[in-house]
């Protein structure tokens, strides 16, 4: 499913997330057009989803590194793949990925992302 199809009201629910991430190219068809299929939970869905993720107080780029940690630590190569191209739209560089690849706590973050890339690794193992 495309972000065409999804209801007027859904799709301004979504142009709230900063970024184009998320959206055209990168829309999440898998995880969302599944979502789509049962409108009368997806826009609540949709709704919950963006108020978490603006309100969670991680800035996008935090957000993105532990979306992107969390993938190379549970394998998940779906998860990497969407979501590489959209740390580098909130300024994840080759060689922080490069780091986010792997294993101990990845050096060259700022001290909080430092934190946050440690506190997903001590979850995870």
């Keep these: 499913m495309a972000m065409s199809e999804m209801s007027t009201e859904a799709q301004q629910i979504l ?3 900063p970024g184009s991430g998320l959206k055209g190219d990168y829309f999440p068809r898998n995880v969302l057009g599944t979502l789509m299929h049962n409108s009368e939970t ?3 869905f949709i709704r919950y989803w963006v108020t978490s993720k603006l309100k969670m107080g991680l800035s996008v780029r935090e957000q993105e590194l532990v979306i992107l940690r969390m993938g190379m630590l549970y394998r998940s190569e779906y998860v990497w793949k969407h ?5 580098r739209e909130f300024g994840i560089t ?6 986010l690849r792997h294993a101990g706590i990845p050096a060259g973050f700022n001290p909080r992302e430092t934190s946050l890339l440690a506190q997903i690794g001590r979850a995870h193992v």
């Design 15 to 17: 142009e709230e997330i």
């Design 42 to 44: 997806f826009t609540p």
């Design 83 to 87: 979501h590489v191209p959209v740390g």
């Design 94 to 99: 080759e060689s922080e990925l490069d780091a």
